[in-house]
């Protein structure tokens, strides 16, 4: 199947401090998803990225499909963006999210 | 709009029982997938299924998890005979009618199953 690997694993920023987060893919995919965990449990959609780039409030990501990595960028951090981020991807002809193992970030005042 | 919603959020099963997680997607939606993650863990596909069919069932552990999506009502996936090492978190997801990987899945909450 699919190999999907984040990195980096962990990750610690003082509030405000930018950061990038990355995810490689060892086949191209046709559905590529990014998500935070928040420390209750729950995952939240945050991209929908095949390919190109798109912004949303202080977050926002690029996918290049041609060499199978996506980026997830986190401005101006704030303690609410600690969590896990999760990318996922669908190989071509699959139904499935294949998910990384996930980047862990924690925001310290 | 309603997002995924799943129920319980929270189960405690003894080892030996049932669990049943329930999943009803996203109004419009007809696609209902099960992941589950375990302690320390990324999250696993388990199955996929569309009304009153499974489509992919690739993920599933062989013995004791069954799926369905009837054509009235929510997903249901059920473990029988619990043990502990099923403690972990479940999540559904759904999404719209659309061709084969093209399109976003919207997660629930997750029902966190706790064996003792």
């Known amino acids: 199947g699919i190999q999907v690997e984040q990195s980096p694993p962990d990750l610690i920023l003082q509030e405000g401090a930018n950061s990038t987060l990355r995810c490689n893919f060892s086949?191209?995919?046709?559905?590529l998803q990014w998500f935070h965990q928040n420390p209750w449990g729950q995952l939240i959609n945050l991209f929908y990225?095949?390919?190109g780039t798109k912004q949303n409030g202080r977050l926002s990501a690029t996918t290049v499909a041609t060499e199978r990595y996506s980026l997830l960028y986190i401005s101006s951090s704030q303690t609410t963006d600690s969590g896990v981020y999760f990318c996922a991807g669908v190989l071509y002809g699959n139904n499935r999210l294949a998910f990384g193992k996930g980047n862990q970030v924690v925001v310290i005042p | 709009n309603a997002g995924v919603m799943q129920n319980p959020r929270h189960l405690v099963r003894r080892r030996g029982q049932e669990a049943r997680l329930r999943c009803s997607p996203m109004k419009g939606h007809s696609h209902v997938y099960w992941y589950r993650q375990l302690p320390e863990e990324g999250l696993k596909f388990m199955v996929y299924l569309q009304k009153e069919n499974i489509i992919d069932e690739s993920g599933m552990p062989k013995e004791r998890f069954s799926a369905e999506f009837p054509k009235e009502g929510p997903s249901i996936l059920r473990i029988q005979q619990v043990v502990r090492g099923d403690s972990a978190a479940y999540f559904c997801?759904?999404?719209?009618?659309?061709?084969?990987?093209?399109?976003?899945?919207?997660f629930g909450p997750g029902t966190r199953l706790t064996v003792t």
């Open positions: 990225i095949p390919s």
């Open positions: 086949d191209s995919v046709n559905n």
């Open positions: 997801a759904s999404s719209p009618i659309g061709t084969s990987g093209t399109y976003e899945q919207y």
